[in-house]
């Protein structure tokens, strides 16, 4: 790629000027009026001794709303769990290519091509294919997202374990795509459970 053939401070450039672009490019785009994202108020029904006098509740302060976020223990166990599978899926991605180029003799500009190929192949497949099975299991199974993310990421580890284990480098590469379809499966549902 880039990065063998200019060096790394190229390739940083090209891959980085895009969403330097996009952040300058968002910088154009208007703001929603304020308050245009608030729930209206809930408004109790009318008092019997004057039936013209409702009451709003009160939108719960900013203080309350931190206050539950910390007590949710389940928020904080998918965040940590986030938190581990980002940093496992930055190492792979970091040292993949070059494992695969020394161990398996392969130049690291092809290597490096093979496995991005392979992982955004992955990563479309199996984010679309995790969201359609948490959302079809959702109907049936309680917390169908977490049970989505969680098997497939344990199902994305033997793929993983051979990744590194096969010598023939077609099979790596089903191997490889195979684990990047598992972990990608996680992408939709994780998300949708923090939310």
Same mark, same amino acid.
């Given at each position: 790629g *880039?990065g =063998?053939?200019?060096? &790394?401070?190229?390739?940083?450039w090209?891959?980085?000027a895009p969403?330097? @672009? @996009?952040a300058f490019l968002?910088?154009l785009l208007?703001d929603p009026?304020?308050?245009?994202?608030?729930?209206?108020p809930?408004?109790?029904?009318p008092?019997?001794?004057?039936?013209y006098l409702?009451?709003?509740e009160p %939108?719960? %302060?900013?203080?309350?709303q931190?206050?539950?976020l910390l007590?949710?223990k389940a928020? /904080?166990?998918?965040?940590?769990?986030?938190?581990a599978?980002?940093?496992?899926?930055?190492?792979?991605?970091? /040292?993949?290519p %070059?494992? *695969? +180029?020394r161990?398996r !003799?392969?130049?690291? =500009?092809?290597? +490096?091509?093979t496995?991005?190929?392979?992982?955004a192949?992955?990563?479309i497949i199996?984010?679309l #294919?995790?969201g359609? #099975?948490a959302s079809r @299991?959702?109907k049936r199974v309680? !917390?169908?997202? @977490? &049970?989505v =993310?969680g *098997? =497939?990421? #344990?199902?994305?580890?033997?793929l993983m &374990?051979?990744?590194l284990?096969?010598? +023939?480098l /077609?099979?790596?590469?089903a +191997?490889f795509l195979?684990?990047?379809?598992?972990?990608?499966?996680s992408?939709g549902?994780?998300g949708?459970? #923090?939310?």
């Open positions: *880039v =063998s053939a200019y060096g &790394w401070r190229v390739a940083f090209v891959a980085g969403g330097l @672009l @996009l968002s910088l208007p009026p304020r308050g245009a994202q608030d729930e209206a809930k408004i109790n029904p008092n019997k001794e004057n039936p409702t009451q709003i %939108t719960p %302060t900013q203080k309350k931190w206050k539950t007590q949710n928020y /904080w166990y998918i965040v940590a769990g986030y938190i599978y980002t940093f496992a899926m930055g190492g792979a991605a970091y /040292w993949l %070059t494992f *695969v +180029s161990e !003799h392969m130049p690291l =500009s092809e290597t +490096s091509q496995i991005g190929a392979i992982a192949l992955g990563g199996g984010t #294919l995790g359609l #099975l @299991l959702n309680r !917390h169908a997202n @977490l &049970w =993310s *098997v =497939s990421v #344990l199902l994305a580890v033997p &374990w051979l990744t284990e096969l010598t +023939s /077609w099979a790596l590469r +191997s195979g684990c990047e379809i598992f972990l990608f499966m992408i549902p994780i949708a459970a #923090l939310v």
